[in-house]
């Protein structure tokens, strides 16, 4: 570009290569975007050594001016080495001559010359510890605030944490940039008069085993999702409002304070062969699943983003989520919200609402696909680059 300096800048892409979900989807969806207009910047993706099979996979999705270099070291010796020990061993001095190291999982290295930017994604760990495994979140406790205050500029996912980074660490608001997450070309309304479109759809739906109309659960099973109150309401659908023809899909793997309890829990309720674990959907079935559903639910209880709903009214599926933390900035007017995620009567409520008023459906519909819009990769990567430019 003329009259503009080129900048040279590091990204820790570990997340992206080594995370299915959460982090790693944003990074991924972020750098995408960073590289396939680069603006005459140059990119250097750092990743660890145990993640290394993963990055000899994705190297070729990249453009020319995109160059990869491992680190000497794993994941955890990374953690212990720049976070428990706190060596003051640069992470810069793998990464060329960088103007900026952006780190979009957490933490930063120590750094000689470039200037560090973090993600924060959430302050969870902190404000709802009972939702991580205890040693990550005394991890997180300590490596997260350490971060924040070496950190030249930080971004958050949402108003939201912006404004938690400001009531918990002190952070000034003027030291924070909101670049929300975006959403994909491919999370959209599915046409099911065309060939390509119908052939995905009925090749995910025997995939899956998907032969009644169902309610849909995306993300990690784990107790910050709160899905045990989903299957509660669910019951209480089927039993006290006599919504008896959908199934409830949950899709997403185990995670951290879960168990196969989960799945004696719904025989207990006798729900046995109505809820439906998927276990971890890939990327590339997420579209025609929310297509195929007649309603997303995701009653979680804290959520620095919340990508599930923005991939729902994307493709056009009518949501019910919780009016908490950063949800009603991924909803805005397009979803149907309650109060109180822990109360399974309102849940249930809202189910049924949104399952059965036809005209609600098609107003949720429409507002959803439009508030879809507001959210780009593209913006974000924008966003991103003139922060970058102004450290610069």
Not at 97 to 124: E, M, N, Q
Not at 154 to 177: C, K, M, N, W
Not at 181 to 188: C, M
């Amino acid at each position: 570009m003329e009259g503009y300096d080129a900048m040279n800048i590091a990204i820790d892409y570990t997340a992206g290569l080594v995370q299915r979900a959460g982090v790693g989807r944003y990074t991924r969806g972020l750098v995408q975007a960073l590289t396939a207009d680069p603006q005459g910047d140059t990119y250097t993706l750092l990743y660890t050594r145990d993640a290394e099979p993963a990055a000899a996979d994705v190297r070729p999705a990249f453009p020319e001016h995109v160059r990869w270099q491992r680190l000497p070291f794993t994941q955890r010796q990374a953690a212990l080495l720049w976070q428990r020990v706190r060596l003051p061993l640069p992470g810069d001095r793998w990464a060329g001559d960088a103007d900026i190291y952006h780190s979009p999982d957490f933490v930063l290295p120590p750094l000689k010359r470039a200037r560090g930017i973090v993600t924060v994604h959430d302050l969870s760990f902190l404000v709802r510890p009972e939702f991580h495994e205890p040693s990550l979140a005394r991890y997180l406790q300590r490596a997260v605030p350490r971060s924040v205050e070496q950190a030249a500029h930080i971004f958050a996912d949402s108003e939201y944490t912006r404004q938690e980074l400001q009531r918990h660490l002190g952070v000034a608001p003027e030291r924070v940039s909101v670049v929300y997450p975006g959403v994909e070309p491919r999370f959209r309304p599915y046409d099911f008069g065309n060939e390509a479109d119908h052939q995905e759809l009925m090749q995910v739906r025997a995939a899956f085993s998907l032969d009644a109309p169902f309610i849909l659960f995306v993300g990690t099973i784990e107790p910050r999702k709160n899905i045990r109150t989903l299957i509660r309401a669910y019951r209480l659908l089927r039993q006290k409002m006599k919504f008896v023809f959908h199934e409830l899909i949950i899709a997403g793997g185990i995670g951290w304070g879960e168990s196969d309890d989960i799945y004696t829990f719904v025989d207990d309720l006798r729900l046995g062969g109505h809820v439906l674990f998927a276990g971890y959907v890939a990327d590339a079935f997420l579209p025609a699943l929310y297509n195929l559903a007649d309603l997303v639910v995701y009653p979680s209880h804290y959520e620095g983003f919340g990508l599930p709903v923005l991939e729902a009214m994307a493709c056009g599926t009518p949501v019910v989520t919780g009016r908490n933390t950063s949800l009603p900035e991924v909803g805005g007017d397009a979803v149907l919200y309650v109060d109180d995620v822990e109360d399974e009567e309102a849940l249930a409520e809202a189910m049924h609402r949104a399952l059965n008023d036809k005209e609600l459906r098609a107003e949720l519909r429409q507002k959803g696909l439009e508030h879809a819009k507001r959210f780009t990769w593209e913006r974000a990567a924008e966003q991103a680059r003139q922060a970058y430019r102004r450290l610069v």
